[in-house]
């Protein structure tokens, strides 16, 4: 079983920026790595993909405030968050490739 520790989570203000890491191994970071989100109430939500070879993907809603990363020498997955919005409030997650293998989540909290 992979191990996915997700961390950054925390309150950001409407219109900030924020910063989530996903610590893994170095060979799990090779593959397909996505984020996912909950907020709550609401169903599980895909945010962004980064493929193996770099090309990254992004929900409708985060593309153009969000990005999706791979720091190899910390071995983390990162989501960059910008003009963090309200409705970005949620559970993060990270998953590996076909969402086989989770972390437990960080909380980010929305408020001014």
């Known amino acids: 079983e992979e191990l996915l520790v997700e961390s950054g989570g925390g309150l950001v203000q409407p219109g900030g920026s924020h910063r989530l890491a996903c610590a893994t191994s170095t060979s799990v970071l090779t593959y397909d790595m996505n984020w996912v989100r909950q907020a709550p109430g609401k169903a599980l939500e895909w945010v962004a993909r980064?493929?193996?070879?770099?090309?990254?993907h992004y929900a409708d809603s985060v593309k153009g405030r969000f990005t999706i990363s791979r720091d190899n020498a910390k071995s983390t997955l990162d989501l960059e968050m910008d003009n963090v919005k309200r409705d970005d409030a949620a559970m993060y997650y990270c998953a590996t490739a076909g969402f086989t293998y989770w972390g437990q989540g960080t909380q980010v909290t929305v408020s001014s």
């Open positions: 980064i493929d193996a070879d770099g090309t990254t």
